[in-house]
């Protein structure tokens, strides 16, 4: 199978299902873990976005995104 970049359009509706599940359990998981108060799911939008963000490290301070 070749790779597959695009959330939608390169999955079945049942493959995206699977992986949405995947996701909630991810993060249920993660959330009885560690004191979070939310988790964000990031689908990044373009190659070029891919690009930019790669090598860039970031932690979450409360609500704000911290380099």
Known sequence: MGLREHVIGDFTPDEHAAIQQVVHS????????????RLYVLSLGSQQAHRTS????RRCRGNRMAN
């Open 54 to 57: 790669a090598g860039t490290s």
């Open 26 to 37: 991810a993060g249920t998981a993660l959330s009885e873990l560690l004191p979070v108060e």
